[in-house]
T-cell receptor, first 126, second 110 residues
């Protein structure tokens, strides 16, 4: 069974940092491109970041570019989101999401995320 | 404010057919495929339709998608109470050079 489990969320002050993790199991993690998507309380979905299976290709939404970094460890089957210079508006539930296999960023079949974690809540507040 | 416009709410009675629209432009829906996600209350989104009208395995054929020009639609036939959820459309935007989601539509089964 495919499982994605996020962790690392919590309460952080504005300007602070947080590192989210997403641990994958039940599939060949190293073969899949991965994404981070967030959802502010009561709001819609916002794509944040993409990392290819080999980590060679990385993209970010403008809203987090320069503040967030994404990485992965295919041996540990884990995906990470390092969030710096956090703002109030970064408060959200953060999901990791698996890309449909064989398709990459900007392809005709993007954004198609066929598995999602349960999310980890990040609250930015003083 | 999303570049993809969805009605904030929709409703129907059990057994009815409902449609949810997703309106965009030539830089997104007009030139790219559309995907749909279902988010049941308190849960993570799930892929419902991809590439305009393709259903992942396990998705009932009561759910169907279509696209015409700069708009897309999700249709749900034989509406069930279990279909009560938020529905999001998504696509690629050539002008923004990135993926975009619609604002979501909350479906209520009366």
């Amino acid at each position: 069974e495919v499982q994605l489990v996020e962790s690392g969320g919590g309460l952080v002050q504005p300007g602070g940092s947080l590192r989210l993790s997403c641990t994958a199991s039940g599939f060949a993690f190293s073969s899949y491109n991965m994404n981070w998507v967030r959802q502010a309380p009561g709001k819609g979905l916002e794509w944040l970041a993409y990392i290819s299976s080999s980590s060679r290709i990385i993209h970010f939404a403008d809203s987090v570019k320069g503040r967030f970094t994404v990485s992965r460890d295919n041996v540990k089957t884990s995906l990470y989101l390092q969030m710096n210079s956090l703002r109030d508006e970064d408060t959200a539930l953060y999901y990791c999401a698996r890309n449909l296999i064989g398709w990459g960023y900007g392809s005709v079949t993007y954004p198609v995320f066929d598995s999602w974690g349960q999310g980890t809540l990040v609250t930015v507040s003083s | 404010q999303s570049v993809l416009t969805q009605p904030p709410s929709a409703s129907g009675t059990p057994g009815q057919r409902v449609t949810i629209s997703c309106s965009g432009s030539t830089s997104n829906i007009g030139t790219n495929t559309v995907h749909w996600y279902q988010q049941l209350p308190g849960t993570a989104p799930q892929l419902l339709i991809y590439r305009n009208n393709q259903r992942p395995s396990g998705v009932p054929d009561r759910f169907s998608g279509s696209k015409s020009d700069t708009s897309a639609s999700l249709a749900i036939s034989g509406l069930q109470s279990a279909d009560e959820a938020d529905y999001y459309c998504a696509t690629w935007d050539d002008s923004l050079n990135g993926p975009v989601f619609g604002g979501g539509t909350k479906l209520t089964v009366l």
